[in-house]
């Protein structure tokens, strides 16, 4: 396994798939801390990313003040669209919130795929019951950040966002000095967040289920922080520790389905793997995995056969007769099925730059050569 050292973990897409997601923020920065305004943003660019892409169906969301769980179905198998199209534009406003500029987020979202039901009930109460088990409040209902989940009819909320760049536009291009012909309220838009309906032995399984975390959390709690001194924390402000527990490969309920979901990661890691080493044996055009369904498979049809657009870089670097460029002019470049011949680099001599000494070694042979002239005289 060369290659799992030296690049991220793959991205498996399916359609239809449970999946847990964490966003943390740079540097654990109280970026999201449940103010208002932030809870305003976090709803309504995540109900703008489902609206974009209808596939995404949210089970449960829970907003930290350093990190966001979401609890999420992926039908459509387009969760990093998704991610990306929500992220991208949290970050942008929350920046203009903070009159800052940069990264918000850490590079890249954590992602476990949840396999059954009992581990989905497992992962709701985790998510939602997250503010308990950090001592912050006795329950998710004194919490004023975004914590809902899944019931047996749809819950919906209303957000609003104003758009402050399109206001002031508008009130440049307003003509003379008659900037009150502009409405504010015209500058407004909403979006509507909807967590999904679940039948009704689940909802009340969920329910039972964070009730149940929350009691043993609190049979544990000495006291909590309160939800005025959370708000009071400024938004630049981290914790003086933060500890994160090793990400699994999944969760599972019994060691079967575990099992079962190692042996399908295995054969998508193999499947990714072939690429890379194709191109290690001067394959330019190695098969890929593609996505079974959804829209971005629709697009991957779209996409040309990857290949290698400047050919005479590589014969620049390997000359002709010697490496790989003897590999693909034979035609012995392997199609990722049989064994091949490597990559060989030609045997060159390294021509190094004169070495600089130091000025008590030039004092040095100035001295010995001194010495040596006064020998001879």
């Avoid at 949840?114 to 329950?139: C, F, G, K, M």
């Avoid at 575990?258 to 054969?267: K, M, N, P, S, T």
């Avoid at 050919?311 to 091949?340: K, Y």
Wanted: charged share 25%; glycine share 6%; aromatic share 8%.
């Amino acid at each position: 396994m060369l290659f799992r050292s030296i690049v991220r973990r793959p991205r498996r897409r399916i359609s239809f798939n449970l999946v847990e997601v964490t966003v943390r923020c740079l540097r654990s920065e109280m970026r999201l801390v449940p103010t208002p305004e932030r809870v305003q943003l976090v709803g309504f660019s995540l109900a703008a990313a489902l609206a974009h892409f209808p596939g995404g169906q949210v089970l449960a969301i829970c907003q930290m003040s350093n990190h966001l769980h979401l609890v999420l179905r992926d039908n459509n198998a387009e969760l990093s669209d998704l991610m990306q199209y929500f992220l991208s534009h949290l970050a942008k406003r929350i920046n203009r919130l903070d009159r800052m500029h940069g990264a918000v987020f850490e590079r890249r979202f954590s992602e476990i795929t949840i396999v059954d039901d009992i581990a989905l009930l497992a992962r709701i109460a985790y998510a939602v019951a997250n503010p308990v088990e950090a001592a912050l409040v006795r329950t998710h209902r004194d919490w004023t950040g975004l914590c809902m989940f899944a019931g047996r009819v749809a819950w919906k909320r209303t957000f609003s966002h104003f758009q402050q760049g399109r206001y002031e536009r508008a009130l440049q291009d307003a003509p003379g000095d008659d900037s009150a012909s502009v409405s504010r309220s015209e500058f407004y838009e909403t979006a509507v967040l909807e967590v999904g309906a679940v039948d009704r032995d689940l909802a009340t399984a969920i329910a039972e289920a964070i009730n149940a975390r929350e009691a043993d959390l609190r049979h544990e709690m000495r006291g909590v922080l309160g939800m005025d001194k959370v708000l009071e924390m400024p938004a630049m402000s981290r914790p003086k520790s933060s500890s994160r527990s090793p990400m699994p490969l999944c969760f599972a309920s019994t060691r079967a389905a575990w099992y079962e979901f190692l042996d399908g990661w295995r054969a998508f890691v193999a499947a990714s793997d072939r690429p890379p080493i194709g191109f290690v044996r001067a394959n330019w055009a190695p098969p890929f995995p593609r996505a079974p369904s959804g829209r971005r498979a629709a697009r991957d049809d779209r996409r040309p056969t990857l290949s290698l657009r400047r050919p005479d870089l590589l014969a620049a670097r390997w000359p002709p007769g010697r490496g790989a460029t003897s590999v693909v002019e034979s035609g012995e470049a392997n199609d990722g099925d049989g064994p091949a011949k490597p990559m060989k680099r030609p045997r060159t001599a390294a021509v190094r730059p004169p070495r600089q000494r130091s000025r008590r070694a030039k004092a040095r042979a100035t001295a010995t050569r001194r010495q040596g002239n006064e020998s001879e005289k």
